[in-house]
């Protein structure tokens, strides 16, 4: 394989740009030639496609978001969109394809390599919602920004007395308001993964208050439901004054971390070693700190699981 490809996908994720200069710096090292797709999927149909060189990727590994912009398409969903995108790629004479997004992402990319052509998958999304990977590309920067989040709400949650309610990103995942409950110092965190009776929680806030506690903090992922609605639900329950925040977007944005920017440069570059070697239909992955890779139907039978060890601490520490 002498020319590549490289696109980002789905919702972007800091530390995007690191994997995407892991992949073009590696392949121009190895003498491939590496073109840029710009606007995921829809770019790839339209051919919105550019060689890139070591410039290119100049001064972009403390940036967060994409150079190459990111994008959802409901067209490349479709056979004649997808055949759409083969075609600009065999146009461009690119003959593998690296995609660096989340598991929605990782279908389309199963799709091309079923019809020859060979992709590989890198996992980018703060929601750590990949099985194969213990870790995506922009979940442990994202986890930062809610954890300095959640110290500021603490302050004022303190002076008021109140109860707060954190709503957090990971679609339907828990991982990122497991991982901020627990960093954070949270009465509870509520994930899809654990259905917790409404009881329990008003229990728990209540006991807490009784022994004095000056306020509470409850990290709410958003696939469980709205913090507003659950706020709301929970003042009338309690009588204690409650409020909610909802972190949004900034979670998606922000300087990647050194873990982010290290991840993302292993698994870019692991990826055009996968692609060198013609393998294709796989994703790229970390499990205990090793570099590791699956087949993409291996990864989309698997769920990922929260950590049961994690979930347990959290209860016994916010007692
Ligand atoms: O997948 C990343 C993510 O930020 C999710 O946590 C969130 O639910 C979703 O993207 C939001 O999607 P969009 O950027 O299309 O609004």
């Known amino acids: ?153 603490r302050d004022t949650a303190t002076s008021h007395e109140r109860t707060y309610i954190i709503e957090v990103m990971g679609r339907n995942a828990g991982d990122l308001a497991l991982w901020a409950g627990l960093a954070g110092g949270a009465e509870s965190i509520l994930i899809p993964e654990k259905k917790e009776d409404f009881s329990d929680i008003v229990d728990r806030l209540k006991r807490g208050h009784d022994r004095g506690k000056k306020h509470s903090i409850i990290v709410l992922a958003e696939g469980v439901g709205s913090g507003f609605e659950y706020g709301d639900k929970i003042e009338k329950a309690t009588q204690l004054e409650t409020r909610v925040t909802v972190l949004g977007y900034i979670q998606r944005g922000g300087s990647p971390t050194a873990t982010d920017r290290v991840l993302a440069s292993r698994l870019g570059a692991k990826a055009v070693e996968l692609l060198k070697a013609n393998d294709g239909g796989r994703m790229v992955g970390i499990q205990n700190n090793q570099l590791v890779d699956y087949a993409f139907d291996e990864v989309f039978t698997e769920n990922h699981t929260i950590n049961e060890e994690m979930y347990q601490l959290s209860k016994e520490l916010s007692i």
């Open 1 to 153: 394989m002498k020319r590549i490809g490289v696109l980002t996908s789905g919702g972007d994720s800091p530390g995007m740009n690191a994997a995407i200069r892991a992949v073009v710096r590696k392949a121009i090292f190895h003498d491939l030639e590496v073109f840029g797709v710009k606007n995921g999927y829809q770019g790839l149909m339209e051919g919105n496609i550019v060689q890139m060189d070591l410039g290119s990727v100049g001064d972009i590994i403390q940036r967060g978001g994409t150079i190459l912009f990111s994008a959802r398409s409901e067209e490349f969903k479709t056979d004649a969109g997808q055949q759409r995108a083969i075609d600009q790629l065999n146009k461009f004479g690119i003959e593998g394809l690296i995609v660096i997004g989340g598991d929605g992402s990782f279908r389309g990319a199963q799709k091309l390599t079923d019809k020859g052509f060979p992709c590989i998958g890198v996992p980018g999304t703060i929601d750590n919602d990949i099985s194969g990977t213990d870790f995506t590309i922009g979940f442990d920067t994202s986890l930062n920004t809610i954890i300095e989040a959640v110290d500021k709400v």
